[in-house]
Structures are given as structure tokens and as C-alpha cells.
């Protein structure tokens, strides 16, 4: 599995969460969360256009995907935010990439996951800095 | 004597060894880490500066031993000058990323990215 699988399995199930954890969100956390989503469906489309470029067969997303359940809107926030961080630690992996295209479209990745999780973290009333976004703790 | 035969004799040549002086991106990210981190401060933006300190001091660790010498003040003089800033020094940082084939990927990567982040907050 290449890094860029990887990243287009994390952002399958991305969307997944989202659509499973917004409706427990009300306000800013919200609306992000729906911006949020659109994006992560971009995302997904400019992955699917790039195994396409390559002539590579992508695959699909799960019919499903195991989340512990949400109960609230707290649940919901943490479920997201963890999310947003692991996708960021995948994708920041790929950016090592020895091969340019897969470099590029990793680090486009990484630096939108980067810019996500510092507008959830703003939103949660927490700082948005972080010199190193992506390194595993 | 022997030491220099036994060093050819295993392959290795006597050419003197040389310390990598300065890297070009690392240099220019230095700097823009500097200004960035200036700016920040005097625009009381406290904890994007630290992540923009952290970068100093790992660039200039990775510069060692080259110094690189002290700038004169950024103009960036309000927060909308700040967000430019931070979105060209992801740029840059970007660009660095994508065109070296050594060791300082990652780092140009994060950099790149942490900068993004403070534009699209401050945005």
C-alpha cells in the first residue's frame, strides 16, 4: 500500500465520519464541519484524478467504517479532530517521497489537512499553533 | 603510511573532507522564519511567533556552522500584511520541498504547511 492509499483510505473515511458526527454539531463547529466535508470530497476527487493520471485503478471507500459511538457534540468534536490529526500524520509521511508527483500531491495534502486542523482548533477555543503539524506524538 | 594504504586498499581515497558550508533554501527559510517570527510579535500574535522560533532554532541548528547573520526589520505592518507573508513563506517553503533531493524534505514540508495554517487563521 503507497502512501497516497493511505491518504485516499483516510479521507474515505473522513467523509464517512463527517457525515456521521455533524448532525451532532451545532454553531461555528458546524458549519465547519460542513465546509470541512465539502473539502475532504475535493480531496477525494483530486486523488481519484491523480490515480487516473497514472493509470492506476483507485479503489472504492468501505460501505462502512467502524467509529465509536457518538453521543454528543463533544464525542462528535474529539471524533473529528483525531481524525484531522491522523490524516495529517499520514499524509506528512508521504511528503519524504523520493518520486516528485506523489511528493507534490502528499505535501498539497498535508498543507490543507495543516490548515484544517488549525481552523478546528480555533473553533474549539484552542491555539491554532503547532510548528510541527502532522509529527507523530 | 600504512594508514593511507589500508584506506586504499579498502576503497577509499585520501581526498579531504569538506563540511556542507550553507544550503541555499535552508538559508532563505531561516530568514523568512525570522521576519515571520519579528512581525508576529509586534503584531501580538505570541504563539504563531514560537512556532516561527521553533523554525529558527532548527534551521539554524541545521546550518551549523554557518552563521547567518541578523536582517533588518520586516515590513509587515498590519495583520493583513501578516497573512501575505505567511501564505508567501508557505509558498517558498513549498517550493523548497518540492525541489531539493536532500535530507531537509520533511522539515520544508512542515514549515510550509504550519506557515499555511497561520494564513488560513488569520485570514
Same mark, same amino acid.
Given at each position: 500500500?503507497?502512501?497516497?492509499?493511505?491518504?485516499? /483510505?483516510?479521507?474515505? /473515511?473522513?467523509?464517512?465520519?463527517?457525515?456521521?458526527?455533524?448532525?451532532?454539531?451545532?454553531?461555528?463547529?458546524?458549519?465547519?464541519?460542513?465546509?470541512?466535508?465539502?473539502?475532504?470530497?475535493?480531496?477525494?476527487?483530486?486523488?481519484?484524478?491523480?490515480?487516473?493520471?497514472?493509470?492506476?485503478?483507485?479503489?472504492?471507500?468501505?460501505?462502512?467504517?467502524?467509529?465509536?459511538?457518538?453521543?454528543?457534540?463533544?464525542? /462528535?468534536?474529539?471524533?473529528?479532530?483525531?481524525?484531522?490529526?491522523?490524516?495529517?500524520?499520514?499524509?506528512?509521511?508521504?511528503?519524504?517521497?523520493?518520486?516528485?508527483?506523489?511528493?507534490?500531491?502528499?505535501?498539497?495534502?498535508?498543507?490543507?489537512?495543516?490548515?484544517?486542523?488549525?481552523?478546528?482548533?480555533?473553533?474549539?477555543?484552542?491555539?491554532? /499553533?503547532?510548528?510541527?503539524?502532522?509529527?507523530?506524538? | 603510511?600504512?594508514?593511507?594504504?589500508?584506506?586504499?586498499?579498502?576503497?577509499?581515497?585520501?581526498?579531504?573532507?569538506?563540511?556542507?558550508?550553507?544550503?541555499?533554501?535552508?538559508?532563505? *527559510?531561516?530568514?523568512? *522564519?525570522?521576519?515571520?517570527?519579528?512581525?508576529?510579535?509586534?503584531?501580538?500574535?505570541?504563539?504563531?511567533?514560537?512556532?516561527?522560533?521553533?523554525?529558527?532554532?532548527?534551521?539554524?541548528?541545521?546550518?551549523?556552522?554557518?552563521?547567518?547573520?541578523?536582517?533588518?526589520?520586516?515590513?509587515?505592518?498590519?495583520?493583513?500584511?501578516?497573512?501575505? %507573508?505567511?501564505?508567501?513563506?508557505?509558498?517558498?517553503?513549498?517550493?523548497?520541498?518540492?525541489?531539493?533531493?536532500?535530507?531537509?524534505?520533511?522539515?520544508?514540508?512542515?514549515? %510550509?504547511?504550519?506557515?499555511? *495554517?497561520?494564513?488560513?487563521?488569520?485570514?
Amino acid at each position: 500500500m503507497s502512501v497516497v492509499d493511505t491518504g485516499l /483510505a483516510g479521507e474515505y /473515511a473522513a467523509i464517512y465520519a463527517y457525515g456521521a458526527a455533524t448532525v451532532h454539531l451545532g454553531g461555528a463547529a458546524r458549519d465547519l464541519a460542513e465546509a470541512v466535508e465539502a473539502e475532504h470530497r475535493d480531496r477525494r476527487d483530486a486523488l481519484l484524478d491523480y490515480y487516473d493520471a497514472h493509470g492506476w485503478e483507485a479503489f472504492a471507500a468501505e460501505p462502512g467504517y467502524d467509529l465509536d459511538p457518538i453521543e454528543d457534540a463533544e464525542g /462528535a468534536r474529539e471524533l473529528l479532530l483525531g481524525i484531522e490529526e491522523r490524516l495529517a500524520t499520514a499524509w506528512r509521511a508521504g511528503i519524504a517521497s523520493d518520486e516528485p508527483a506523489e511528493r507534490e500531491i502528499c505535501l498539497n495534502m498535508f498543507t490543507d489537512g495543516a490548515k484544517v486542523l488549525a481552523r478546528w482548533r480555533t473553533v474549539l477555543g484552542e491555539t491554532a /499553533a503547532d510548528p510541527w503539524p502532522g509529527r507523530p506524538a | 603510511m600504512f594508514g593511507a594504504a589500508a584506506l586504499t586498499a579498502a576503497g577509499c581515497t585520501p581526498t579531504k573532507a569538506t563540511l556542507i558550508a550553507s544550503d541555499p533554501d535552508l538559508i532563505a *527559510a531561516l530568514r523568512t *522564519a525570522r521576519d515571520l517570527a519579528q512581525a508576529s510579535e509586534a503584531l501580538g500574535y505570541d504563539d504563531f511567533a514560537a512556532d516561527h522560533h521553533a523554525h529558527i532554532e532548527t534551521l539554524e541548528r541545521l546550518l551549523r556552522p554557518s552563521g547567518i547573520s541578523e536582517q533588518a526589520a520586516p515590513d509587515i505592518a498590519d495583520a493583513a500584511a501578516l497573512v501575505e %507573508a505567511e501564505a508567501a513563506g508557505s509558498r517558498e517553503a513549498a517550493d523548497a520541498c518540492l525541489a531539493t533531493d536532500g535530507d531537509y524534505t520533511v522539515v520544508f514540508g512542515e514549515i %510550509a504547511a504550519c506557515r499555511a *495554517a497561520h494564513a488560513a487563521v488569520l485570514a
